[in-house]
Nanobody, 122 residues
Framework: VQLQASGGGLVQPGGSLRLSCTASGRTFAMGWFRQAPGKERECVAAISWTGHIISYADSVKGRFTISRDNAKNTVYLQVNSLKPDDTAVYYC???????????????????WGQGTLVTVSS
């Protein structure tokens, strides 16, 4: 399975973007991670295959919204009220199997997209 992410760009503080990630085949849980220079990769949002279980990092709660459309094998990340600290490469990830709990660490994911850069700057 291949993942293709898109939607990044340069945005001013307070702005919004919508990131998309389309899988070439069926996947189960999907997540969005980000990695800023000199920092570890962190999970900002994850969603179960049914869409009923969702998790957010504390730093993005209330600003980011993850959703998915299984008919299109696509996961979305709506990012609002962006801050300079949100600047990072954003990666989508997917699991090939069902897990007991929602995966929120990078080693639990099997497939990765190429990353899309989000830059928040005035």
């Amino acid at each position: 399975v291949q993942l293709q992410a898109s939607g990044g760009g340069l945005v001013q503080p307070g702005g919004s973007l919508r990131l998309s990630c389309t899988a070439s085949g069926r996947t189960f849980a999907m997540g969005w991670f980000r990695q800023a220079p000199g920092k570890e990769r962190e999970c900002v949002a994850a969603i179960s295959w049914t869409g009923h279980i969702i998790s957010y990092a504390d730093s993005v709660k209330g600003r980011f919204t993850i959703s998915r459309d299984n008919a299109k094998n696509t996961v979305y990340l709506q990012v609002n009220s962006l801050k300079p600290d949100d600047t990072a490469v954003y990666y989508c990830a997917a699991r090939r199997t069902v897990s007991v709990r929602l995966a929120t660490t990078h080693w639990e994911y099997d497939y990765w997209g190429q990353g899309t850069l989000v830059t928040v700057s005035s």
